[in-house]
């Protein structure tokens, strides 16, 4: 059932099959939608996907993790969405645009984090960007209720520009990321300790959301499904579901150490994977499977089986548009090479060795 027709909140879409958000390196000079963007995402739309979550794209130019990275933080910026929502559209692929802030990992200003970590606590932790995260400056309470409304300014743009949804980036050690985590969130306000205040800051940007874009607009969140605890994701699914969230991608969180054992019945899979069967079972949202969904028979094994609702297929596509349309018709398709870190990295499309051949 994977290449069949399915519905999100009343889109239809051709298959379960999503293009997750890739940020595609050294294309803008300062946070724009570039000629190159449009023809990337015409021809993910045109390969056969049933839905793209565009790249990871700002709410605030000083909290960004790299000078061309996406922008959603002024009004400038709706026009070149307007247009990677009608070439989406035009191909019949609804899209949605993931929303973010960069957190401790932020270099275009100063890093940020929800509460202030001992260089003890971040090296037991094994955070990423450990010199940032000395640095990084403790948000005030009235910062937090700032930080929200500029997420919630930013979907109302880009549901003026026409898209049909925002996912929340809470996911791999951005600022939400670490609000979610006990381990990176101390704070002693409303926006820490208990699991709903760690998912305060998030669940108050839904219902904002949801206020300002309406009932149509499909709001999702990508997190760690254990992060740091699969106990914890599944208690954030409820909680996120019970905000008014329409769907779950599931992924990492905040610390290279959220992870756990995959149980032998599913080993083939990524824990990720795994923490997304097992927050399924809890909640009644559809659910986006990610991390190393390698081939379709693995798809066709977690929405077949009634696993996920969906599963998001990244470096595969990248290596070849048309992956999904090959995939469902038998035909040869060009294989990514899986290296050890994905050119897209340095420079997207042009330094991809699957694509040079
Ligand atoms: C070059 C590159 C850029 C990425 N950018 C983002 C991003 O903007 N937002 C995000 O949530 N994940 C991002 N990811 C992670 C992917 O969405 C996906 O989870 C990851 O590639 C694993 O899936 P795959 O095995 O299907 O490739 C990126 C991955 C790569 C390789």
């Not at 018709?329 to 042009?350: M, P």
Request: hydrophobic fraction near 40%; charged fraction near 25%.
């Amino acid at each position: 059932m994977v290449f069949f027709r399915c519905r999100l909140k009343g889109r239809v879409l051709k298959n379960h099959i999503v293009f997750p958000p890739v940020l595609c390196f050294g294309w803008s000079q300062n946070g724009e939608v570039t000629r190159e963007h449009l023809e990337h995402y015409r021809n993910v739309a045109g390969g056969g996907v049933g839905l793209i979550i565009s790249e990871v794209t700002c709410i605030d130019a000083g909290a960004r993790i790299d000078p061309s990275q996406l922008g959603i933080w002024s009004d400038e910026f709706i026009g070149g969405y307007r247009d990677l929502a009608r070439i989406c559209h035009d191909e019949g692929v609804p899209v949605m645009a993931q929303i973010q802030h960069g957190g401790v990992k932020t270099i275009t200003g100063t890093p940020v984090i929800p509460s202030k970590l001992t260089e003890g606590e971040i090296a037991a932790a094994g955070l990423e960007h450990k010199i940032n995260a000395v640095r990084a400056r403790e948000l005030e309470t009235e910062e937090i209720a700032a930080i929200a409304a500029q997420f919630t300014d930013a979907a109302k743009r880009l549901k003026e520009a026409g898209l049909d949804g925002v996912e929340i980036h809470g996911a791999h050690g951005f600022l939400l990321s670490y609000f979610l985590s006990s381990i990176t969130n101390k704070r002693k306000d409303e926006y820490g300790g208990s699991l709903e205040n760690r998912a305060r800051l998030i669940t108050n940007i839904m219902k904002a959301v949801r206020r300002e874009c309406g009932e149509d607009f499909i709001i999702g969140i990508r997190y760690g499904g254990a992060a740091p605890t699969l106990e914890d994701g599944i208690e954030f699914a409820k909680i996120f579901e019970g905000a008014g969230c329409d769907i779950l991608h599931i992924s990492t969180g905040a610390t290279p150490k959220d992870a756990v054992t995959v149980p032998e019945k599913y080993e083939e899979f990524t824990f990720p994977v795994y923490t997304a069967i097992e927050i399924k079972k809890h909640v009644s949202i559809p659910v986006i499977a990610s991390n190393s969904v390698g081939t379709i028979d693995q798809a066709k094994i977690l929405v077949n089986g009634g696993l996920v609702d969906f599963t998001a297929f990244a470096r595969n596509i990248l290596a070849d548009y048309r992956w999904p349309q090959k995939t469902e018709r038998g035909l040869e398709i060009t294989r990514c090479l899986r290296c050890k870190t994905c050119r897209w990295f340095k420079r997207a499309l042009t330094e991809c060795l699957a694509r040079r051949g």
